[in-house]
């Protein structure tokens, strides 16, 4: 809907968003936005949240990465981690790529790249303390976790890869597709929702070699074609949530830490009841107080707001339109005020306000179009 080539992105290095005449008044926040992009020009672009209005400024390609699809940062040691999701048609491996990030200017400097340990790495995930980066490669359907140092460095091997194995009856689902890597608050576990085979499965976390150990049981079951995506933690540490991609649908779990085990407290589908299409879920966030639960709706383009009760049920609040084309994923920033979601159908990122006090969503005319986003990553506390 909004073309932009890369070689244009490369060249634009300020960019206005919506309406915005006036140039940002308040604290600016720093963000990183991986995307499809792939060629001469592709890269992560950096860009700035003015905290008091929401208004989004680009500061251009800082890094050049094929296909960044998935960006992390490390707020306490200032890095950043991108996937390059390549290797997806099984044709070789991706990479996890480390950069050390400037909080003021946003550039990057480039430090390791490292296998993923298998083709189309498309999510990432940061052991406590920053040890090490768990990577899910979806198009072998394997979980690796990369070793990290002190200074930052990847290290040159994966230490650990976990195969998945089993396939869904979906045309997509004709083997394992690890789509998400999630860590438990504890740290103790990694859970890794699978698209092609229906599964969660739970790591136990070791060192070196053993450091993803299967849990007991080793993964929890999905109804078949679910495709599940991602799934996120509640600041508790005693609630999950799963999305599931080709069933449109979000569950509920109890979490037990001790054990590694989750248990379903209830689901609630995107769509309604008479919905005729095929349902598309994408992305999952939680408010900083537990009390709300962000969702993605890629097939009605829409950002959907639930509460969350004490026993897990979910309840619909609000469905708001995504101001733009396939919400393919969003990020709340620090302060927990705004919600910027990434649009790939429509090659934009959208802000929304946020309400700490009922969870509702405002939508803002702040905009920022950019070619194919797919991640942000703040970072701000």
């Not at 500061?59 to 707020?75: S, Y």
């Not at 999701?85 to 390791?112: C, I, R």
């Not at 969350?308 to 469905?319: H, I, K, M, T």
Request: aromatic share 8%.
């Amino acid at each position: 809907m909004y073309p932009r080539s890369w070689l244009l992105l490369a060249s634009v290095t300020l960019a206005l968003t919506g309406c915005q005449t006036a140039p940002a008044t308040g604290v600016q926040r720093l963000a990183y936005v991986g995307n499809q992009g792939s060629g001469p020009d592709a890269g992560v672009v950096a860009v700035k949240l003015d905290e008091a209005s929401g208004a989004l400024t680009s500061l251009g390609v800082v890094a050049q990465v094929e296909r960044p699809t998935w960006v992390l940062a490390d707020k306490v040691h200032k890095r950043l981690f991108a996937v390059s999701e390549v290797g997806n048609d099984g044709t070789g491996h991706g990479s996890v790529l480390s950069f050390t990030y400037d909080e003021f200017s946003g550039a990057l400097t480039p430090g390791e790249r490292a296998d993923s340990g298998g083709g189309g790495p498309t999510h990432l995930a940061l052991a406590p303390g920053g040890v090490a980066v768990f990577v899910a490669n979806y198009g072998s359907g394997t979980v690796a976790a990369v070793s990290v140092d002190a200074g930052g460095r990847l290290a040159t091997e994966t230490g650990s890869v976990a195969a998945h194995e089993g396939a869904g009856p979906h045309r997509r689902q004709k083997g394992p597709h690890a789509h998400g890597v999630t860590l438990d608050p504890s740290g103790q576990y990694l859970l890794s929702p699978d698209l092609g085979t229906d599964r969660v499965y739970v790591y136990k976390l070791g060192r070196g070699s053993d450091m993803l150990t299967p849990a007991t049981p080793p993964f929890v079951a999905l109804p078949p074609g679910s495709g599940p995506r991602h799934i996120v933690f509640a600041p508790n540490g005693r609630q999950a949530f799963l999305m599931t991609e080709m069933g449109g649908t979000v569950f509920s779990y109890a979490w037990d830490a001790r054990k590694g085990a989750l248990t379903e407290l209830a689901h609630a589908a995107l769509d309604a009841a008479d919905f005729t299409g095929a349902p598309s879920g994408s992305e999952l966030a939680v408010s900083r107080d537990g009390r709300f639960l962000y969702a993605g709706n890629r097939a009605a383009n829409r950002i959907q707001v639930y509460s969350v009760a004490s026993d897990g049920e979910l309840r619909l609040l609000q469905a708001i339109d995504c101001g733009g084309l396939v919400p393919w994923s969003f990020a709340l920033n620090g302060s927990g005020r705004w919600l910027v979601v990434a649009n790939q159908g429509s090659n934009n990122l959208s802000v929304f306000a946020v309400d700490s006090a009922s969870g509702l969503l405002t939508a803002t005319d702040k905009r920022l179009d950019l070619g194919k986003p797919t991640s942000v990553a703040f970072t701000d506390r």
